[in-house]
């Protein structure tokens, strides 16, 4: 159980275009998702925190308009990276919260999309 | 916000050894979590212990909350180890923020 999963896991797109990045909790209702970014080597750093059916609360420097989440159910939420250029290259990952398993505290986390901009 | 440090750093090991990596943090915590990062970017969660001590086949763990920080044992290591290993708290706050800060992390590297 407590499976979270993200799609597409790997994508390639040219600058200025726009990239839509899906995270499902396949078997339990994530009441909370988070957005995470990571450079290489390094470490995570969080993005955004998304409840459903509520605006995302964004870390600070972290442009709400470049990096546009939707969290519109219990099991889904997005991350839109608009018109994307080569600094926005890096490794998302994303989780959830909200499963019985574990503890309710318990983040369980997806395998990543790998994002690079040309 | 609050701070996390873990170390070493880096460790390499010859198959076999055990090995000891530590987390420091800063503030109490509501929710602390010890993940594997394999090589394709997957984190394994390991362990989900704000406090006292855990055991999972040659891994263990223990926090010692009052004194802020935590321990991750791997003994008899496997080359199947190796990968990067990352303590991360969540501290509540009124505010309902319950986000996981993550530390920088100990890369493992186990020879056969």
């Known amino acids: 159980g407590a499976v979270v999963s993200q799609h597409p896991s790997r994508v390639i797109c040219k600058s200025g275009t726009s990239v839509k990045i899906e995270c499902r909790s396949l078997?339990?209702?994530?009441?909370?998702m988070f957005w995470y970014r990571q450079f290489p080597k390094k470490s995570l750093m969080l993005m955004a925190t998304?409840?459903?059916?509520?605006?995302?609360?964004?870390e600070q420097g972290v442009e709400k308009d470049k990096f546009l989440i939707n969290h519109a159910s219990l099991t889904l939420s997005t991350l839109t990276v608009t018109s994307a250029h080569p600094e926005d290259s890096s490794f998302y990952i994303c989780?959830?919260?909200?499963?019985?398993?574990?503890?309710?505290?318990?983040?369980?986390f997806g395998p990543g999309t790998r994002l690079l901009v040309l | 916000g609050i701070q996390v440090e873990q170390s070493p750093p880096d460790l390499i090991l010859q198959e076999g050894a055990n090995s000891t990596l530590r987390c420091n943090f800063s503030?109490?915590?509501?929710?602390l979590q010890w993940f594997h990062q394999n090589p394709w970017g997957q984190l394994i969660n390991l362990f989900y212990?704000?406090?006292g001590t855990k055991q999972n086949g040659r891994l263990s763990a223990t926090t010692v909350a009052t004194e802020r920080y935590s321990l991750l044992y791997i003994s008899s290591s496997q080359t199947t180890d190796s990968g990067v290993y990352f303590c991360?708290?969540?501290?509540?706050?009124?505010?309902?923020?319950?986000?996981?800060?993550f530390g920088s992390g100990t890369r493992l590297q186990v020879q056969p």
């Open positions: 991360a708290v969540g501290v509540r706050r009124d505010t309902g923020r319950r986000a996981l800060t």
């Open positions: 503030d109490s915590v509501n929710n």
């Open positions: 078997d339990f209702q994530a009441t909370t």
């Open positions: 989780s959830a919260r909200g499963g019985r398993q574990g503890g309710w505290e318990t983040q369980y």
């Open positions: 212990i704000p406090s």
């Open positions: 998304s409840n459903e059916g509520s605006k995302a609360t964004y």
